[in-house]
Structure formats: structure tokens, C-alpha cells
């Protein structure tokens, strides 16, 4: 049971629009979002912050270092959500699988690996090895490695904020 109800349309107030926007996109509102309206704004700022991430890098970069937090911190909803846009984005089911012991797995290129090593080191620590910070800004360009970290810090909200809150499907 959650410990936050998601908010009807009803209820939501001043997030009514917001979360209507969301259903005529998506054919649906999940329940995430229907929690953040309880914090009009910060629901807000959590669909403005999701749709900027969804430029600038390649699709499957993104949804690689999604699915690399999903695994970290075991959100059920994010994962229903993003095992799906990662198989539309190109990620192969070896890639979904082998999220935890990518060091060890033949299915990534170096550069992913390095995507993953930086999700996985910012995510655990809140810092990324100088090693791999330096391949990436070779990889990358400014624009894409800030919205890799937007990407990861994205991840980590909604996740976290679903295992704490005890978010449910949809």
C-alpha cells in the first residue's frame, strides 16, 4: 500500500492540467505523477526535467543508464516502464540482463561500459572516477554528458522516490 495516495483528477487542484497533459500523451497517468501532484510544482519540474532529458543523447544511451539505476536501487514501476522503452530504444535482453555484472558481459561496447561505470559510480557515491569522466568527455560532447547526469539524477528521483513512497502500477 502506498504511503502517499496518487491523486484522482479531482483532487489534484492546481495540478489538474498537468496531469491531463500527461493522460492525453501517455493514454494514462501513472501513478508517480499522480503522487508528485500532491507538490504541484515539483511535479512540474519532474515532467519538465523527463522530457529534457529525452534530448540531446541518443535513445539508447538513456534508457542504458536508466535501466543501470533501475537495477541499483530495484524500482518495480520504473522497470515495468523502462525495460520496455529500453528494448524500443535497441538495448538487446542480453544488455537488459547483464545491467548488474557489465564488467563481465560481452554485450556492451567500451563506451557503454562507460556509461554504465559512471552511472553506477555517481548513483553508489556521488562521484565518478577521473578515468572514466575523461573518456567521456572525449565521447561526448558537453550538451550530451550534461544530460547523461540529468538522465542518471532523473533515474535516481524516480526511483528512489517510488521505493520510499511505496508507488504502485500504473
Known sequence: MPLLPPLSATE???????????REKLGQVPNMYRTFAHAPLVLDAAVSMAK???TVLDAKTRELAYLKVV???????????????????GLTDEQIRDL??????????GGQKDVL??????TLTGRVADDVLARLRAAFT?????TLAATVAQANLTCRFNNVFGVELP
Open 12 to 22: 489534484a487542484g492546481e495540478a489538474q492540467g498537468p496531469l491531463e497533459s500527461l
Open 52 to 54: 529534457a532529458v529525452r
Open 71 to 89: 537495477e541499483i536501487t530495484d524500482c518495480h514501476v520504473c522497470r515495468h516502464y523502462h525495460v520496455e522503452h529500453g528494448r524500443r530504444a
Open 100 to 109: 548488474l555484472p557489465f564488467e563481465e558481459s560481452a554485450a556492451y561496447t
Open 117 to 122: 561505470r559512471f552511472t553506477e559510480q555517481w
Open 142 to 146: 558537453p550538451g550530451q554528458l550534461v
